[in-house]
């Protein structure tokens, strides 16, 4: 059994219950603002690297 979610299967799963790109990056955007740190966090739990990380975040400001 995997122990951790990585970012394809999140999408996925957003995808499964109906998120568009559109409300995905609505998301990341409210998570970014409100929770900086925590969502870099979270990215990071993903297994994200960490160039990607900063290229995410940037965009969500």
């Known amino acids: 059994m995997q122990s951790k979610l990585n970012k394809d299967e999140w999408v996925a799963m957003f995808r499964e219950i109906g998120l568009t790109e559109k409300t995905m990056m609505k998301w990341h955007r409210l998570f970014e603002s409100r929770h900086p740190e925590s969502h ?18 940037a965009n969500f400001r």
């Open 40 to 57: 870099a966090d979270f990215l990071a739990w993903l297994g994200i690297s960490p160039d990607e990380i900063a290229s995410i975040r």
